[in-house]
T-cell receptor, first 114, second 112 residues
């Protein structure tokens, strides 16, 4: 049963804490992406990775960090430097860098800062 | 900088109506355009992908058109059903890395 999984579904963070969101895919995709969605807005790109051990900043990378040590995993850490982290976080993957490669999305993690 | 706008922001229609959702983008140099569906609190499901060399794509009751020169795309939904109620998002790829630029979406409600 192939797909993208994200955990946890809901996450609560206290001020000043770092938290890590998990994203795993078993689609054998090379490319993986992290997006942030705020109410009434479209998705904004945080980080993306096109190959293992390599990743690039997206439009809103400040306060976030990622790693890509395995092809199937692309965890996102929300650091205490992120001023307004409450949002819905979506992970996606695509077969490659081709422009016809559809991005497939996970179910999302809703992060709330208490 | 590429910007994507979707109109209307929200739409409520009775079941059975044919409807059109609009998407516009500021930079016509795109590689492809995708339409996604998002149910409340869920991830995105890809509906249609139109490559820059194509004019339209069809899947069942859905038809998406692309006019690169005018920076516009439309998603046509025929014979709408209550199960079509969701947020519909338009996104374009305009550069290296297969990065998507999204519009804010159209919230569709189909009333039975």
């Amino acid at each position: 049963d192939g797909g993208i999984t994200q955990s946890p579904k809901y996450l609560f963070r206290k001020e000043g804490q770092n938290v890590t969101l998990s994203c795993e895919q078993n689609l054998n995709h090379d490319a993986m992406y992290w997006y942030r969605q705020d109410p009434g807005q479209g998705l904004r790109l945080i980080y993306y990775s096109q190959i293992v051990n390599d990743f690039q900043k997206g439009d809103i990378a400040e306060g976030y960090s990622v790693s890509r040590e395995k092809k199937e995993s692309f965890p996102l850490t929300v650091t205490s430097a992120q001023k307004n982290p409450t949002a819905f976080y979506l992970c996606a993957s695509a077969a490659g860098q081709g422009y016809a490669d559809t991005q497939y999305f996970g179910p999302g993690t809703r992060l709330t800062v208490l | 900088k590429q910007e994507v706008t979707q109109i209307p922001a929200a739409l409520s229609v009775p079941e059975g109506e044919n409807l059109v959702l609009n998407c516009s983008f500021t930079d016509s140099a795109i590689y492809n355009l995708q339409w996604f569906r998002q149910d409340p609190g869920k991830g995105l499901t890809s509906l249609l992908l139109i490559q820059s060399s194509q004019r339209e794509q069809t899947s069942g009751r859905l038809n998406a058109s692309l006019d690169k020169s005018s920076g516009r795309s439309t998603l046509y939904i025929a014979a709408s059903q209550p199960g079509d109620s969701a947020t519909y998002l338009c996104a374009v790829i305009a550069g290296y890395g297969n990065k998507l630029v999204f519009g804010a979406g159209t919230i569709l409600r189909v009333k039975s």
